[in-house]
């Protein structure tokens, strides 16, 4: 047996259910055993098994297996095979049951299972395919065979099976599977509107703080830095007394805006509550890029236009660089840029203060 472990390699190679070396591997192994048994019945004699029952066993293992390196080694275009692999499956047990007649009666379920497999792995137009090939096959072979022609009845329930039972699968898994695609997106949109906030279309407090755990996470260059500032608008209060909450929205909208132009595509913002903001700095080479940054920032609130010329807007800013020893969670990172956020405040407003990494 040592000449066919080529054979064996080959066949238990893992594949994806849904590959078409997964239906190649199938092909193999769903009728190879039923057609070793009628090659062996005629050779020991045990059934009137006709010789042409025999080779035509043998022809369907030769396929099967001469399958398997067609697709293994990408011979012919993957489309052309499809093609060719449907109609196979169906021509060659159509024709098998032709030339057994009853003592095929237990693999007639073959050619529904090599639609539902082409159609449920390579899309409804092979399982089309395999039913148009595989009832105008298998209804020649019945009729022209003297067996099959003895129970009419039966051999149309067959046909019809293996016509319809396939499209009908297919087309219910489909359904299911752009259900579950619907599904999928639904809870993808729930989960981003969960993780950003409605009015300015920034990360929320939760959304900012999966960033935070990726920034913790991930692994630095060696003297590389990353940055988390946290800001409180100044001004904002008399905005929104004087002009009304519709006013301080239309305000924190143009600051979110702002703030978006002033950072790189890899940096983060978000809107963490009220007019506090939350910005996180990536591959930040120096503190000198941090505080750049930041008077940036101050520099661009200022800029927003208020409802009155009178109304001035302005921010404090807190900056914690990171990696810092004394800073293990979220919480903690976000309450020290707090607690430096609010000593710029104390101090005068308009302004940062940052905290050195350890």
């Known amino acids: 047996m040592k000449k066919f472990r080529w054979l064996t390699r080959l066949l238990s190679r893992k594949s994806p259910i849904g590959s078409e070396f997964g239906q190649a591997k199938l092909r193999v192994m ?4 039923f057609c070793l048994y009628l090659i062996l019945a005629w050779y020991r004699d045990w059934h009137a098994v006709p010789a042409n029952v025999a080779i035509g066993a043998l022809g369907y293992i030769l396929y099967a297996v ?26 060659l047990p159509a024709i098998g049951m032709y030339l057994a007649g009853f003592l095929a009666g237990l693999v007639a379920w073959v050619p529904a299972l090599g639609s539902i497999g082409s159609g449920m792995r390579f899309g409804t137009r092979y399982a089309w395919l395999s ?9 020649a072979a019945f009729f022209f065979s003297s067996d099959w022609r003895s129970i009419p009845g039966v051999a149309a329930g067959i046909v ?20 579950k695609s619907a599904f999928e997106s639904r809870v993808a949109h729930l989960e981003v509107a969960t993780k950003h906030d409605p009015l300015t279309g920034l990360l929320n407090r939760a959304g ?8 913790r996470a991930a692994d630095t260059k060696p003297g590389e830095k990353t940055a988390v500032l946290v800001l409180d608008l100044d001004g904002f209060k008399a905005i929104n007394d004087a002009c009304g909450h519709a006013a301080g929205d239309t305000v924190l ?17 978000a809107r963490l509550g009220g007019d506090e903001f939350g910005i996180a700095l990536r591959h930040v080479v120096s ?16 800029r927003v236009v208020t409802p009155r010329d009178d109304l001035r807007l302005g921010a404090s800013v807190g900056i914690c660089m990171l990696p810092n020893p004394e800073l293990h969670t979220n919480e903690a990172i976000i ?18 203060r940052m905290c050195h990494c350890g």
């Open 30 to 33: 769903n009728v190879t055993p």
């Open 66 to 91: 001469l399958w398997v390196f067609v697709v293994q080694f990408s011979i012919l275009n993957i489309q052309l095979r499809r093609t060719l692999a449907a109609i196979l499956d169906q021509a």
């Open 131 to 139: 039913s148009a090939v595989g009832g105008p096959a298998m209804g």
């Open 160 to 179: 019809l099976v293996n016509v319809l039972l396939p499209l009908y699968v297919v087309v219910l898994v489909k359904r299911l599977e752009e259900e």
């Open 208 to 215: 900012f703080g999966d960033v935070l755990e990726e920034l």
């Open 253 to 269: 909208k143009a600051v979110a805006a702002s703030l978006v132009r002033c950072v790189r595509h890899s940096d983060k913002v």
């Open 287 to 302: 503190e000198d890029n941090a505080e750049r940054l930041a008077a940036g920032v101050l520099s661009a609130i200022e």
């Open 335 to 352: 309450e020290a840029a707090d607690r430096l956020m609010y000593k710029a405040k104390a101090e005068g407003k308009n302004q940062f």
